[in-house]
């Protein structure tokens, strides 16, 4: 008797899991197609849903329309402020999960409010900064401003991984005669290498989806992709496939690196409260 | 134990970040706070001048910030409890054993919309809702329902943006619950349901309690991701028609950004970053206990 009733919850648990499913990938799915059509085909009522796909549209905003040196600067601010965010995250996480001073917890906190703390505030006192120190439309500005998101995500996730390297090794190394900095670098840093490496992939990805500081920092030279794609918007007639397509180029490489980091993006979110 | 340690090392290990984040996050803050004590307009920066708590007085009396703190609000208190719904809805799906490689697949699915460029979330809006073009409308006549202007109209606009935040948000709230039905003992699972035929039994007595603070955080982060929201709304409709989905971050940006009035908008966001610190520290008094 009950197994007929446990294939049938089966079956209906398969159907609700495709429904998920098309629900997360559909626009997806009609974002690519979209890119693929002609502005003729795109401008069909109803849409259509079968024809000749073209990578016209990919030309055009890549060779025409400049989305390929926006493209170029994304890669530029997401490399350098990962990189940067890295280099100074790393000790500072070490520090925080190995040594015991004054106001650590103060400290900590202060690293995580950043979580909270929305671009819109920061974004007009930095712009009017940037323009008195000439660092307006640069990358510099734009590499330095998402130092304040991805730096607290490289501390936070690598201040984990290092607590769970035993201090034993530290303490074996200590007593070899090996400096502070020598542990770091040589012993603990090696370990700590798959966090690095999630927090790096994070901070690509929340660096690549940035709109709001490169929207206001950088209106031309250094303009990234995501700010490229909203200029297509102004105007009369939208061209829908262009937009498709730019937006494509823009979110393929970030789900990409998602899926590889796919059982930490939840915990980088929620800055770790949730395992 | 700890490690002694001088000061100097400490201080070599943690300046740099503590330096950089400073630099880039207190510094422009207090510049801020600064410049929202004057009136400064970037076209008519000849006027320039000291005007005290003025801009604040003025933002709090001001109808169009109310509103759109209302809209935050609104946008908050419809989207969140449906995610929360449909979120609990799938982490439990996802939490019953069995068809393992489907729900590894769905779990793989439920990443994709969070970790997409918000821009471009927006964007896909514009072209999946178009009253004409669109497939979402395309969608709705197949069961009989007429084409809706979304964008054009304020009221649909305002619900588009809705419908948009609940498909970019959901798995969010899915994944976080469904981290918090794995701390749920299995022995406690299992004795429960062999005590109990109802499934709603055992989530209400068994996983609910263990699931509280993965809600508390959903709760306390949608609220702060709610009000950083921008640009989703912002490539979707630019705050319009008229003003129906100018949402709190994206009011602050038109007054800064294109009425160049900065130190209104200063004056703004100050506000809103005490009301985000408030969340921070709660958020963080709950959930880093271990760390103090």
């Given at each position: 008797?009950a197994?007929?009733?446990q294939?049938?919850?089966?079956?209906?648990?398969?159907?609700?899991?495709?429904?998920?499913?098309?629900?997360?990938?559909?626009?997806?799915y009609?974002?690519?197609?979209?890119?693929?059509?002609?502005?003729?085909?795109?401008?069909?009522?109803p849409?259509?849903?079968?024809?000749?796909?073209?990578?016209?549209?990919?030309?055009?905003v890549?060779?025409v329309?400049?989305?390929?040196?926006?493209?170029?600067?994304?890669?530029?601010?997401?490399?350098?402020?990962?990189?940067?965010?890295?280099?100074?995250?790393?000790?500072a996480?070490?520090?925080l999960?190995?040594?015991?001073f004054?106001?650590?917890?103060?400290?900590w906190?202060?690293?995580?409010?950043?979580?909270?703390?929305?671009p819109?505030v920061?974004?007009?006192?930095v712009?009017?900064?940037?323009?008195?120190?000439?660092l307006?439309?640069?990358?510099?500005?734009?590499?330095l401003?998402?130092?304040?998101?991805?730096?607290?995500?490289?501390?936070?996730?690598c201040?984990d991984?290092?607590?769970s390297?035993?201090?034993?090794?530290?303490?074996?190394?200590?007593?070899?005669?090996?400096?502070?900095?020598?542990?770091?670098?040589?012993?603990?840093?090696?370990?700590?290498m798959?966090?690095?490496?999630?927090?790096?992939?994070?901070?690509?990805?929340?660096?690549?989806?940035?709109?709001l500081?490169a929207y206001?920092?950088?209106?031309?030279?250094?303009?990234?992709?995501?700010a490229m794609?909203?200029?297509?918007?102004?105007?009369?007639?939208v061209?829908?496939?262009?937009i498709?397509?730019?937006?494509?180029?823009?979110?393929?490489?970030?789900?990409?690196?998602?899926?590889?980091?796919?059982?930490?993006?939840?915990?980088?979110?929620t800055?770790?409260?949730?395992? | 134990m700890?490690?002694?340690?001088?000061?100097r090392?400490?201080?070599?290990?943690?300046?740099?970040?503590?330096?950089?984040?400073?630099?880039?996050?207190i510094a422009p803050l207090?510049?801020?706070?600064?410049?929202?004590?004057?009136?400064?307009?970037?076209?008519?920066?000849?006027?320039?001048?000291?005007v005290?708590?003025?801009?604040y007085?003025?933002?709090?009396?001001?109808?169009?910030?109310?509103?759109?703190?209302?809209r935050?609000?609104?946008?908050?208190a419809?989207?969140?409890?449906?995610?929360?719904?449909?979120?609990?809805t799938?982490a439990l799906?996802?939490?019953?054993?069995g068809?393992?490689?489907?729900?590894?697949?769905?779990?793989?699915?439920?990443v994709?919309?969070?970790a997409?460029?918000?821009?471009?979330v927006?964007?896909?809006?514009?072209?999946?809702?178009?009253?004409?073009?669109?497939?979402?409308?395309?969608?709705l006549?197949?069961?009989?329902?007429d084409?809706i202007?979304?964008?054009?109209?304020?009221?649909?606009?305002?619900?588009?943006?809705?419908?948009?935040?609940?498909w970019?948000?959901?798995?969010f709230?899915?994944?976080?619950?469904?981290?918090?039905?794995?701390t749920?003992?299995?022995?406690i699972?299992?004795a429960a349901?062999?005590?109990?035929r109802?499934?709603w039994?055992v989530?209400r007595?068994?996983?609910?309690p263990?699931?509280?603070?993965?809600?508390?955080a959903?709760?306390?982060?949608?609220t702060?991701?709610?009000l950083k929201?921008?640009?989703m709304p912002?490539?979707?409709?630019r705050?319009?028609?008229?003003?129906a989905?100018?949402?709190?971050?994206?009011?602050?940006?038109r007054?800064?950004?294109r009425?160049?009035?900065?130190?209104m908008?200063a004056?703004q966001?100050?506000?809103?970053l005490?009301?985000?610190?408030?969340?921070a520290?709660?958020?963080?008094?709950?959930?880093?206990r271990?760390?103090?």
């Open positions: 008797m197994a007929p009733v294939r049938r919850n089966l079956v209906g648990e398969a159907v609700l899991l495709t429904v998920i499913c098309l629900f997360c990938v559909f626009p997806f009609w974002m690519v197609t979209t890119s693929l059509k002609t502005q003729v085909v795109a401008l069909q009522s849409p259509v849903w079968v024809f000749t796909p073209t990578l016209a549209n990919y030309w055009e890549l060779f329309d400049k989305v390929g040196p926006a493209l170029v600067n994304s890669i530029i601010v997401a490399v350098c402020t990962t990189g940067l965010a890295v280099l100074l995250g790393t000790p996480a070490y520090a999960a190995r040594f015991e004054r106001g650590k917890t103060d400290l906190f202060w690293f995580i409010t950043n979580r909270f703390v929305s819109v920061l974004a007009f006192p712009f009017l900064i940037s323009r008195e120190l000439g307006r439309d640069t990358h510099l500005a734009l590499i401003m998402y130092l304040t998101f991805t730096l607290p995500i490289v501390i936070w996730i201040t991984q290092f607590r390297i035993p201090r034993e090794l530290d303490e074996a190394a200590l007593l070899e005669g090996a400096s502070q900095f020598r542990i770091f670098r040589s012993i603990c840093l090696p370990l700590a798959p966090g690095v490496a999630v927090s790096a992939i994070l901070s690509f990805i929340f660096s690549w989806n940035e709109l500081f206001i920092l950088a209106p031309k030279n250094a303009k990234t992709a995501p794609a909203v200029t297509f918007m102004e105007g009369y007639d061209p829908y496939g262009k498709m397509a730019t937006s494509t180029l823009i979110v393929v490489p970030v789900l990409i690196f998602a899926l590889l980091a796919s059982k930490h993006l939840v915990r980088g979110l800055m770790g409260a949730v395992k | 700890t490690t002694r340690v001088r000061r090392t400490i201080a070599a290990f943690l300046g740099p970040a503590v330096a950089a984040l400073a630099l880039v996050g207090l510049y801020a706070v600064w410049k929202s004590l004057h009136y400064f307009n970037l076209t008519k920066l000849a006027q320039e001048r000291y005290g708590l003025d801009n007085a003025a933002v709090l009396t001001d109808a169009v910030f109310w509103q759109a703190m209302g935050t609000a609104t946008l908050f419809i989207a969140v409890p449906v995610q929360i719904a449909l979120g609990l799938i799906v996802l939490h019953r054993p068809l393992t490689f489907w729900k590894t697949l769905t779990r793989l699915s439920l994709l919309p969070m997409t460029t918000y821009a471009v927006g964007l896909l809006a514009q072209v999946m809702l178009n009253q004409k073009y669109g497939v979402f409308n395309q969608m006549g197949w069961v009989g329902i084409a202007n979304f964008i054009g109209d304020p009221t649909n606009a305002f619900i588009a943006v809705i419908l948009w935040d609940i970019q948000w959901t798995p709230v899915a994944l976080v619950l469904l981290a918090g039905l794995s749920v003992p299995p022995e699972e299992e349901t062999l005590e109990t109802s499934n039994t989530l007595f068994v996983q609910l263990y699931l509280v603070p993965s809600l508390v959903v709760l306390i982060l949608r702060a991701d709610t929201l921008f640009d912002f490539t979707m409709t705050g319009g028609p008229g003003a989905t100018e949402f709190i971050a994206v009011l602050i940006e007054v800064g950004n009425q160049f009035d900065i130190g908008a004056a966001s100050i506000i809103m005490a009301l985000t610190i408030v969340l520290r709660l958020y963080i008094r709950l959930f880093y271990e760390v103090r």
